[in-house]
Each structure stands twice: as C-alpha cells, then as structure tokens.
C-alpha cells in the first residue's frame, strides 16, 4: 500500500499535470514509469511517434512466456491526464497498480507472454483518434500479427463510497440491477470478450475482500469503452477494464481537486491482490 501511494503520490504531486501542454511533465512521468520498470529487472522499450511535431512514448516492459510466448496479455495503464488536472485518480491509480503487478511478476514467468504497457496521449482530444497511444499500440499489434489473448485496462481505481447513492449509472435501466453504493471494483467488457471477462472475474472473487461487480456491455453504452481496452476492441482483441466507474462515482473526475487525499488506498490496495490472480490466471 505504501509503495502504490509513493507512486501516485509521484505521479499527481511531485510531476501534476502531464499531457502535451505539459510536456515536460509528460517525459518526467515517462521517465518515472521506466526508472520504476528498471528497478524491477525489466528492460523497457518505447514505441514513440510524433503529435504536432513532439515525440510521444508508449511504454513497455515484457515478462517472456515459458511455454506459450506467442499467446500475449496486455496489461495496460495510460500516464497522461487532462488538462488542469494532477490526475491522482485518472490515472495515477492504474499506472500504480501497472507497476506493483509488473514487480509481483519480476522474474516469475507465465506460460503466456504478459506485456505491461504504460499508454500516452489517452485523454481528450485524443480519445479515440489515431493519435491516442493505446490505438497506435493496438494498431501496430494487429498489423505485426501478435496474437493477444486478453488486455486488461487499469483505469481510474482509487475511490470507494459506503454511503447510499455513492454509485451513478449513465443508464436509468441501470439502477436497480447494480448497488447504489459505490464500494466495489468494476469488470467492463464488451460481448466478444465475455470469455476473459469470465475467467478475470472468476479470479478476482477467488480470494474476495473488494466487492466485485462484472458486466459484458455494449460499447456505445456511455464509460463503457472509455479507456485504453477501446482501442483493442477496435483491432479486433479481447479486452476488459478495471476500474472505480470513474465520473459515475468519483466527483473529481477530470478536475484540479484530483489529489491523493481522496483515495482510499487500503481498498486499492486490496484490488491489486485481486488483479494479482486475475493476471495469473488469464496468463497461465
């Protein structure tokens, strides 16, 4: 817990704001995140290309598979934020969580090859265009070939509620058929990736202390695919993301009081053991 509150800590207090109007803070966030990587044993490699004449970096650290190298997971997080916004929650939690699963699986290989991916260039006005990092990703994946059997998103992890009403829904069909109380962990995934949603749910519920909630939508639902697995529904891969539901529980979504004093890292920290067997398990 200490150490992804260290991260985040560094990420939204430390650096703050990091996108292309901050684009010093954007490489001191890369830099970070690959500093982090190292430390663990990795040899991270950038996929870098250029948005208004400025040199972008994706991130990328692999654990090699011991027995089926070829089949891929994609653990991915984006580092950039929106503008104004020290982005402790969105997306300083994911990036934490990214690097804390990247240390657990140091040097533990898994029959399948696991690609943790730090993804820039997430937020609008990027968002679903060629620009965003995760597409450019994504794009190159299926172009080469890679056979990437899952991703997972780490997206906006940080805050819980206990109190009544805590939990919003973009939907009114929504209400009644999901807790109003926004004290668990989300599961996204669209219909073709029902099966990982499935094996990543069962996983996380094996060794349960965060309620888990796990749901197959479709991708024009509103927050549905408002995340870097949106780019791997688009290549045509299975994806799911992880997250707290971000605008419909969170009241500083994509605001300057995003700050680590609203999080309730014990709970994420829980989440990240949960993440810690959903990984596992989609990649042995």
């Given at each position: 817990?200490?150490?992804?509150?260290?991260?985040?800590?560094?990420?939204?207090?430390?650096?703050?704001?990091?996108?292309?109007?901050?684009?010093?803070?954007?490489?001191?966030?890369a830099?970070?995140?690959?500093?982090?990587?190292?430390?663990?044993?990795?040899?991270?490699?950038?996929?870098?290309?250029?948005?208004?004449r400025?040199?972008?970096?994706?991130?990328?650290?692999?654990?090699e598979?011991?027995?089926?190298?070829?089949?891929?997971?994609?653990?991915?997080?984006?580092?950039?934020?929106?503008?104004?916004?020290?982005?402790?929650?969105?997306?300083?939690?994911?990036v934490a969580?990214?690097?804390?699963?990247a240390?657990?699986?140091?040097?533990?290989p898994?029959?399948r090859?696991?690609?943790?991916?730090?993804?820039?260039?997430?937020?609008?006005?990027?968002?679903q265009?060629?620009?965003?990092?995760?597409?450019?990703?994504a794009?190159?994946?299926?172009?080469?070939?890679?056979?990437?059997?899952g991703?997972?998103?780490?997206?906006?992890?940080?805050y819980?509620?206990?109190?009544?009403g805590?939990?919003?829904?973009?939907?009114?069909?929504?209400r009644g058929v999901?807790?109003?109380?926004?004290?668990?962990i989300?599961?996204?995934?669209?219909?073709?990736?029902?099966?990982l949603?499935?094996?990543?749910a069962?996983?996380?519920?094996a060794?349960e202390?965060?309620?888990?909630?796990?749901?197959?939508?479709?991708?024009?639902?509103?927050?549905?695919?408002w995340s870097?697995?949106?780019?791997?529904w688009?290549?045509?891969?299975?994806?799911?993301?992880?997250?707290?539901?971000?605008?419909?529980?969170?009241p500083?979504?994509?605001?300057?009081?995003?700050?680590?004093?609203?999080?309730?890292f014990?709970?994420?920290?829980?989440?990240?053991?949960?993440?810690h067997r959903v990984v596992?398990?989609v990649?042995g």
């Open positions: 817990m200490q150490q992804l509150r260290a991260d985040v800590h560094e990420l939204a207090v430390t650096i703050g704001e990091r996108n292309v109007w901050r684009y010093a803070s954007l490489l001191r966030a830099e970070y995140i690959e500093s982090r990587l190292r430390a663990h044993g990795y040899s991270p490699s950038r996929q870098t290309y250029e948005v208004s400025l040199p972008l970096s994706n991130i990328e650290a692999t654990l598979g011991s027995s089926d190298p070829d089949d891929i997971i994609v653990l991915g997080a984006h580092y950039d934020t929106v503008g104004e916004c020290p982005g402790a929650n969105d997306n300083g939690t994911g969580a990214l690097l804390e699963l240390r657990r699986f140091a040097g533990q898994q029959p090859t696991v690609r943790f991916v730090a993804f820039v260039n997430e937020e609008p006005p990027f968002f265009t060629a620009q965003m990092g995760s597409v450019v990703y794009n190159a994946a299926k172009a080469r070939g890679d056979r990437i059997a991703m997972l998103s780490l997206e906006t992890m940080g819980y509620s206990d109190e009544r805590s939990q919003q829904y973009p939907v009114e069909a929504m999901y807790p109003d109380v926004g004290n668990f989300g599961f996204v995934s669209n219909g073709e990736s029902r099966g949603l499935d094996v990543a069962r996983a996380f519920t060794g202390r965060v309620k888990l909630e796990a749901a197959a939508m479709a991708a024009d639902l509103p927050g549905a695919g870097d697995h949106w780019s791997f688009q290549a045509g891969y299975r994806a799911l993301m992880v997250t707290d539901t971000a605008p419909w529980r969170y500083w979504y994509h605001t300057p009081q995003d700050t680590p004093d609203k999080l309730d014990e709970t994420f920290a829980a989440v990240v053991d949960g993440l596992a398990a990649a």
